[in-house]
């Protein structure tokens, strides 16, 4: 059932400890490179496309089908179906060489009602999830899951899954592609031991690549990620708009917003701004927005320490959502180990309606000479977190944004900094797009003595541009401390879109 063109499950030996580190899979996407593109997944059938999300919801692999069950950390493996019908490989490392999970109907339970349907009705498995206890002693729950195309999803103990991760972003002629993880290998994990190993390969129209990955669960959950990645023949990675360490999130609505939307609850997002870290210790706050129409921003950067998509505001009055519960939503930070230096992240947000769909996209592209065909090479530490790594001094809390209630025209920003400082060591530091005029701004330390408030008041200048990035840091005796927050200036407070 599965094509045998391309994807050959033959005995992969391992010839050195040296090796054994390396993706598992890198001489097999060098090769790959090099032909057509050819996919390597088995197509949908009519049975798997018809299958309904609830369908699915009741479809599950009887537990002796689950991988390692004799050990901390258990896989269960997916079956492909609905929109996500694309059948992938699943294999074991064993004494340096690679043995097939072998796929078959008899795997797997079905609803009463539905009748069970044959191997050959089934495009096989679509990923799988990862269960286990980050500790001996504690309690077994999902760590993380993969399923379907590069997106896989991870979380922190005692957090809820959020936002996902990808392997690969790329945008050809004006079209994003999605490249696909096509087979993965797992390393039997040690005895008592929450660690697990595994090796991915990617395959897409455009390119290739190889992937391995550590998982250490817990909070944070960690996952080391290295992978060597292979513009295909007479591609250029310029060609591509290539996006490493991507992420794809959801963003509503906040009290930062200046689209209002008619809805009972506070917020409804799973990250609310982006943060980037640079080696000279600067950190960007960028809070998130659904704009009108798609706007994509870009920030350069040289010395990269780190990046993610954060959820910050942990309290349940925030977001009044008993069923989502957004305050559980875990952030991601990626710190960059190889090949991820100089370059720019990027940041692509989308407009939406409700809270269904992904309209949030990060990544970072690296800085690659022009028409640059190599084959890049990459490492980072990938954390599902509660939030970023703290940074040294006052960091942004709350952003609120509204109209003064005379008939003045200006937009009051006021934005909330978590400080120790003495409201009277502070002062405020604002950036200003051109089509922007400052009336105001002080600061104002609130009653609980641990924040100080940024009042800022604005108005767009007659007859000029009225989009752009406003910014405002804390200057501390004459210096730049803590983050640097940064707003999408649109011209102003919208009705509900």
Known sequence: MYPRTAFLFSCLLIHSAAAAEAPLHRAEAERLAGQPYAPGWTPPTEFTKALTYDQMRGIHI??????????????????????????????????GEVREVPFSAALFEFPSGMAAPQDKDLSGFKGFRVHGAPRTGANSYEQFSFGGASYFRGHPEGFNYGLSARGLILRRDGKEEFPMFERFVFEKPEDGSSVMVWHALLNGPSATGAFRFTSRPGNPHVMEIQADLFPRSGVAWSDL?????????????????????????GRVHDSEALA????????????????????????????LRGFGLVQRDRTFDAYQDDTARYERRTSAWVEPQEGMTAGEVKLVEIPTRGEYDDNIVASFTPELPAGSREPLHVAYRLLWCEDAPAAKGPRVVQTRTGRLPDKSGITLLAVDFATSLPVASLKPEVELPAGVEQRFTYLKAMPDGKTVRLHLGVVPKAGEATTGEIRAGLLHDGTRTGETWAYPWTGGVEAAP
């Open 276 to 303: 980037i870290d640079a080696e000279d210790g600067s950190r960007l706050w960028r809070v998130l927005g659904n704009p009108a129409k798609v706007r994509t921003s870009v920030f350069p950067v040289h010395g």
């Open 241 to 265: 708009g290539v996006g490493l360490a991507g992420f794809s999130s959801m963003y509503w609505f906040s009290p930062a917003d200046a689209r209002r939307t008619a809805d009972f609850r």
């Open 62 to 95: 009887k537990r002796q089908g689950w991988l390692f069950n004799d050990s901390q950390v258990q896989v269960e493996p997916l079956l492909a179906g609905s929109f996500n019908s694309k059948g992938l490989r699943i294999g074991l490392l064993e004494g």
